[in-house]
């Protein structure tokens, strides 16, 4: 396991989901999150820098990811992360060369479930599936997760966060 984060590189760099509604609460107060929808168009757009929603100019914040996957059998859940929301993450990640941190908020913890002994970290579905678990982990993070942090604020776990997708 990995050490826990207790820093807050993670507002500045890196992809990381959080689901703390305190840190939320801080986060947007002044800002807003963008839209799945929002993050899909930056990525066809090129990243138009000038037009990003940027949190403390530093970090796009997404939200809505989670209820894409809600929408979604578990099959096609999972191998939609792993394909085009997993190359959009990558194409961010290059485009910011370490410049901004990209962080999904992902409004339930409890629907994540992390398997110490293995590194994995999954997403219980919703709807249709609800109950089956897919890899979220591997689709987010494309097998890197053995790199995972547990981000903890006030002795509370309140995310995930990687620094690069290798």
Same mark, same amino acid.
């Given at each position: 396991?990995?050490?826990?984060?207790?820093?807050?590189?993670?507002?500045?760099?890196?992809?990381?989901?959080?689901?703390?509604?305190?840190?939320?609460?801080?986060?947007?107060?002044?800002?807003?999150?963008?839209?799945?929808?929002?993050?899909?168009?930056?990525?066809?757009?090129?990243?138009?820098?000038?037009?990003?929603?940027?949190?403390?100019? $530093?970090?796009?914040?997404?939200?809505?990811?989670? !209820?894409? +996957?809600?929408?979604?059998?578990?099959? @096609?859940?999972?191998? #939609?992360?792993?394909?085009?929301?997993?190359?959009?993450?990558?194409?961010?990640?290059?485009?910011?060369?370490?410049?901004?941190?990209?962080?999904?908020?992902?409004?339930?913890?409890?629907?994540?479930?992390?398997?110490?002994?293995?590194?994995?970290?999954?997403?219980?579905?919703?709807?249709?599936?609800?109950?089956?678990?897919? $890899?979220?982990?591997?689709?987010?993070?494309?097998? !890197?997760? +053995?790199?995972?942090?547990?981000?903890? @604020?006030?002795?509370? #776990?309140?995310?995930?966060?990687?620094?690069?997708?290798?």
């Amino acid at each position: 396991m990995n050490p826990v984060l207790l820093d807050d590189v993670w507002l500045r760099k890196g992809i990381s989901v959080i689901w703390d509604n305190s840190m939320l609460t801080k986060l947007v107060r002044n800002n807003r999150a963008v839209s799945l929808r929002e993050f899909f168009s930056y990525y066809k757009s090129n990243w138009p820098e000038e037009n990003m929603h940027f949190i403390n100019e $530093e970090m796009l914040l997404v939200a809505g990811l989670d !209820a894409a +996957l809600d929408t979604l059998d578990a099959q @096609s859940a999972e191998e #939609w992360v792993t394909s085009e929301v997993y190359e959009r993450i990558y194409d961010f990640q290059n485009w910011a060369e370490g410049q901004y941190a990209l962080v999904f908020w992902m409004s339930q913890k409890g629907r994540w479930k992390e398997q110490i002994e293995s590194s994995r970290y999954t997403w219980l579905c919703d709807g249709k599936d609800r109950g089956k678990e897919i $890899e979220l982990g591997r689709g987010i993070w494309n097998g !890197a997760q +053995l790199s995972v942090s547990r981000i903890e @604020s006030e002795s509370r #776990w309140i995310g995930l966060f990687l620094a690069r997708i290798s």
